[in-house]
């Protein structure tokens, strides 16, 4: 078991409909990513978020924006909606801190896959 | 920028099989080195790790070393099983940044 798990696992929406991504981290993880996999490609990071403020962003455009809340639940929220918005959306956890290492590594959920029609 | 090359797929080998998935990067600094694994329907588990050059992750039976001077992490097994059968991908972290940057991942079917 991961400890990170994600929520609905998968969902239908129509090109420029709205979509909301929820994500729940263990305890005390503080920090939480997002990264978007279209199919058959390797993750590709949206953003992250460090208590409850975001805390660096890939190449996407501001229609994917997130909140982070005090359980150390999270949302990734899609406004206008595209077909190339079809991917499956992970949510990642670290333990300490917003900075990766060798000992604060990413815990993945399973993942949301969105498909837009 | 940084990023990670991984040899195409699919990988189809035999039980048993010796296993190798190349992966190189491109990297300012000295980046740490990471393996996932993602089975059918699953996210991505982390397999295995190596922070500096010349460090030897392993996990599973699975190895792979940090070979600085060609910028290489390239996975190993000596005798695949069939539930290893997934998508494996190599990523990287780079200095102060706060991502991870994958590969395009490596699909292994094994073959009883």
């Known amino acids: 078991e991961t400890g990170v798990t994600q929520s609905p696992t998968h969902l239908i929406k129509t090109r420029g409909q709205q979509v909301t991504l929820r994500c729940s981290s263990q305890?005390?993880?503080?920090?939480v990513s997002w990264y978007q996999q279209a199919l058959g490609q390797g993750p590709q990071f949206i953003f992250q978020?460090?208590?409850?403020?975001?805390?660096g962003r890939g190449n996407f455009p501001p229609r994917f924006s997130g909140l982070q809340f005090p359980n150390y639940s999270s949302e990734l929220n899609v406004n206008a909606l595209e077909l190339d918005d079809s991917a499956l959306y992970l949510c990642?956890?670290?333990?300490?801190?917003?900075?990766?290492?060798?000992?604060?590594?990413?815990?993945f959920g399973a993942g949301s896959r969105l498909t837009v029609l | 920028g940084d990023s990670v090359t991984q040899m195409e797929g699919p990988v189809t080998l035999s039980e048993e099989a010796f296993l190798t998935i190349n992966c190189t990067y491109t990297?300012?600094?000295?980046?740490?080195l990471f393996w996932y694994v993602q089975y059918p329907g699953e996210g991505l588990q982390l397999l295995l790790k190596?922070?500096?050059?010349?460090d030897k992750g392993s996990n599973k039976g699975f190895e792979a070393t940090y070979r600085k001077e060609t910028t290489s992490f390239h996975l190993e097994k000596g005798s695949v099983q069939v539930s290893d059968s997934a998508v494996y991908f190599c990523a990287l972290h780079g200095g102060a940044t706060n991502k991870l940057i994958f590969g395009t991942g490596t699909l292994l079917a094994v073959q009883p």
């Open positions: 990297a300012t600094g000295y980046p740490s």
């Open positions: 305890s005390g993880h503080n920090t």
């Open positions: 190596a922070t500096k050059a010349d």
């Open positions: 978020y460090y208590r409850e403020e975001e805390n």
């Open positions: 990642a956890s670290l333990s300490s801190g917003p900075i990766i290492s060798g000992a604060n590594v990413l815990t």
